[in-house]
């Protein structure tokens, strides 16, 4: 079986698990003929799953006052907090990754199905899927869903003397709060069966009921607690050499005994109901993940597909845990307590912290004429020139802009990138008396700098264990270059023309500049 012939769930993993990374080009005809074989499946025992958090900074809102937000903010004991979101991953071994994948594209395939069969509601769930654009003859991405939110605000503002109100909600811990016994409902309906087959339970069972290890535990200890260091390479080495595998252990028989042992501890069940203290939840990470996540909500949309959109003339879209509806303001009211009731029937929680209402008007500043204009909603009854944001792009009314945050974030990591670089130099260059710091360019011009893209070229690296001559094995690294096909910089130009924006481009206007003295600032800082 050929590259070409290959399933698009048989992808190769490139991360390091507790057992040996596959070669699934060399062992396609097997794994398919495995993977797809329900026997093997509803046999097969799952390993652990490895967890380990990602912590995303935010620009969230402090105090009472529902405008004000910040970075960090001072607690009630005067003490500095960052404000942050930690998200939760947990990810398979390779051939555990594979089956999921298989059996996440059954599952969206008859998902698909489904859904078509209603007209118009495919167009409302706009996460994990996708979506053609006709425009291009590509899939679309989040700039199109924006575009397509903003077109609808200005459409229903200017149609008819009623003001046009929007709604956000975001439902609170999304998949780590999906009920157990609700999705398996769902997912049995899906596949039109009144209990699960042994092969599709048990893949159910390892999305549900799964153990896991942390990825801490894994490395080395360290005795300063806020540093994480690397796993230990002598030991891989030792994998790597004895026994020809890129993998955290030699052989599963190594890794249980690490756990027997108590020098490995085995974890379950990391997400539990308040309340009760029952399991809920699915972990992120797992190729089945998303369409488990569209499929637990499928009767959500329906109804509000139904009543929302059909019945009372809104416009609704769900990317995930957000949701977003375009309404009249006489309406606005009624639909907010729809979308309260219908999820507490799925067993999950809208964030009221998350739920945001604005309202666009057209108001005249100054002696101008009237324009329309964004105005959140606070819960004290006042409005103020806030604008919407959705899927990283806020819209005040007149202009669809990048989010500024987003923007910022760019050129923290611009900063960062060129100050590590500079560090670098100065070191080298005090290795070398007499010499002067310099940094090579070209990398940061790639990421951080305009120019044709097709003229720009990378190199791709990868580590391939190879059998020697003499029965060894030795690590060897891959090296191949290809066109640079996208940077941030081509994300702006692709938000602009989409967009049909011309003020997203002047967003970034100052980045050369920016570039140029960061470069100088931080070569001459001595710190």
Not at 398 to 406: H, R, V, Y
Not at 429 to 453: C, D
Request: hydrophobic residues 35%; charged residues 30%.
């Amino acid at each position: 079986m050929n590259d070409l012939n290959q399933p698009s769930w048989l992808k190769s993993k490139g991360y390091l698990h507790v057992t040996a990374q596959i070669d699934v080009n060399k062992r396609a005809k097997e794994l398919v003929s495995k993977i797809t074989n329900p026997d093997f499946v509803s046999k097969y025992a799952f390993f652990p799953l490895i967890h380990t958090n990602i912590s995303e900074r935010k620009f969230k809102k402090i105090g009472i006052d529902s405008t004000l937000r910040a970075h960090s903010y001072k607690n009630e004991n005067g003490e500095f907090k960052k404000n942050k979101k930690v998200r939760p991953l947990h990810y398979a071994t390779h051939l555990d990754a594979l089956i999921f994948g298989y059996y996440a594209e059954v599952l969206q395939k008859k998902y698909e199905e489904l859904i078509s069969r209603c007209e118009g509601l495919g167009n409302c769930i706009i996460a994990y899927r996708k979506i053609f654009n006709e425009l291009d003859g590509k899939n679309k991405g989040t700039i199109h869903f924006a575009k397509e939110i903003f077109d609808e605000i200005k459409k229903q503002s200017n149609c008819g003397d009623e003001e046009c109100v929007v709604l956000t909600f975001d439902i609170k811990s999304f998949f780590s709060s999906l009920d157990h016994e609700l999705l398996k409902k769902a997912w049995a309906k899906l596949i039109d069966v009144s209990l699960l087959p042994d092969d599709h339970y048990n893949v159910f069972k390892a999305a549900t009921q799964f153990s896991y290890i942390f990825l801490d535990d894994l490395r080395i200890k360290s005795k300063n607690e806020s540093k994480k260091n690397g796993f230990d390479e002598r030991d891989l080495a030792r994998i790597r050499n004895k026994y020809g595998v890129q993998a955290l252990f030699a052989n599963p028989k190594e890794f249980r005994d690490q756990v027997k042992n108590g020098s490995l501890k085995l974890y379950k069940y990391p997400f539990r109901d308040i309340k009760s203290k029952i399991p809920i939840g699915i972990p992120q990470g797992l190729p089945i993940s998303a369409i488990l996540a569209n499929l637990y909500l499928l009767s959500f949309d329906l109804h509000i597909f139904n009543t929302v959109v059909n019945k009372l003339g809104g416009y609704y879209r769900r990317y995930s845990d957000d949701i977003v509806i375009v309404c009249s303001k006489s309406n606005s009211t009624l639909i907010e307590g729809i979308i309260h009731s219908k999820i507490k029937e799925n067993r999950v929680e809208i964030s009221v912290n998350k739920t945001e209402r604005f309202i666009l008007k057209n108001i005249a500043f100054g002696k101008n004429t009237p324009r329309l204009t964004c105005l959140k909603m606070l819960e004290n009854g006042k409005e103020v020139c806030i604008p919407f944001n959705y899927l990283g792009f806020e819209f005040d009314g007149q202009k669809s802009l990048i989010k500024s945050t987003n923007i910022a974030k760019f050129y923290r990591r611009m900063i960062s990138s060129v100050k590590s670089k500079a560090k670098k130099a100065k070191l080298i260059a005090e290795k070398n008396p007499g010499s002067k710091p310099v940094i090579f360019r070209r990398q940061l011009y790639k990421l951080y700098t305009t120019r044709p893209l097709n003229n720009v070229k990378v190199r791709n690296r990868w580590k391939k264990i190879v059998k020697m001559d003499n029965g060894n094995f030795r690590l060897v690294t891959i090296k191949k270059q290809k066109i640079l096909r996208s940077n941030y910089l081509s994300y702006v130009q692709r938000a602009c023309e989409i967009m049909e924006e011309p003020h997203i481009a002047k967003q970034i206007r100052k980045h050369k500049k920016v570039f140029n003295d960061s470069i100088n600032r931080h070569l001459k800082n001595k710190d």
